[in-house]
């Protein structure tokens, strides 16, 4: 089992460039996260997605925009990266759909953005 | 609304010694509580958790933490640092009877283990 996997790791864009994060799981979770990491604030949640199908915003979502694929995939797109999108992305997943507030939450390895 | 706060970015412990990261939750009701460790340049792994039944949880690496409800805290300790140890520490909280598990951390806790 890989888990959960991230692409690219890295990535250098110009302010007004596009792009899309990759991630994918294979532990057959129907829930998955992303987060943004920025030094002394923690992760925050970006988007999430119950289940294949839905999604729902997080802490925040402005300038983002996320695809649940299918169930092994959520990619997170940024039409037009500000530098203030400068930061590390993790994306995650937790096995149950609903009601399950104590799951365990995997995470991948980060994709480290920087906005130019 | 529920938070979380983690006393100190940096500790420094010498190898051997306790290790004690502090952890403090505001919520209105009890939540469930998660410490997760990140070592250099890798995503977040789950040390332990508590979510009902005893208020002592042990998790991997010799961790342990407990809950204390009159003090809404839930430190994590290690009787006796090791070099590996060396890593950030997140706490995190998650309100129960939501329907959807959404984490919310505290800002870290960088570990330094000196030999």
């Known amino acids: 089992n890989a888990g959960v996997t991230q692409t690219p790791k890295f990535q250098v864009l110009k302010t007004g460039q596009s792009m899309t994060l990759q991630c994918a799981q294979d532990?057959?979770?129907?829930?998955m996260y992303w987060y943004r990491q920025d030094p002394g604030m923690g992760l925050r949640l970006i988007y999430y997605?119950?289940?294949?199908?839905?999604?729902d915003k997080g802490e925040v979502p402005n300038g983002y925009n996320v695809s649940r694929l299918n169930k092994r995939e959520f990619s997170l797109r940024l039409e037009s990266a500000a530098p203030s999108q400068t930061s590390v992305y993790f994306c995650?997943?937790?096995?149950?759909?609903?009601?399950?507030?104590?799951?365990?939450?995997?995470f991948g390895p980060g994709t480290r953005l920087t906005v130019l | 609304a529920q938070s979380v706060t983690q006393l100190g970015s940096h500790v420094s412990v010498s190898e051997g010694a306790l290790v004690l990261l502090r952890c403090n939750y505001s919520?209105?009701?009890?939540?469930?509580l998660f410490w997760y460790v990140q070592y250099p340049n890798q995503g977040l792994q789950l040390l332990l958790k508590?979510?009902?039944?005893?208020?002592l949880v042990k998790g991997i690496n010799g961790f342990e933490a407990e809950f204390k409800k009159s003090e809404t805290s839930f430190h994590l300790t290690k009787p006796s640092a090791h070099m590996s140890d060396a890593a950030e520490y997140f706490c995190?909280?998650?309100?129960?009877?939501?329907?959807?598990?959404?984490?919310?951390f505290g800002t870290g806790t960088r570990l330094l283990v000196s030999p």
């Open positions: 532990m057959n979770h129907n829930s």
């Open positions: 508590y979510t009902t039944g005893a208020t």
């Open positions: 919520s209105s009701v009890p939540p469930y």
């Open positions: 997605s119950a289940s294949e199908g839905t999604t």
């Open positions: 995650a997943s937790s096995e149950t759909q609903l009601s399950r507030d104590s799951d365990t939450q995997y």
């Open positions: 995190a909280v998650s309100l129960p009877y939501t329907g959807f598990q959404k984490l919310v």
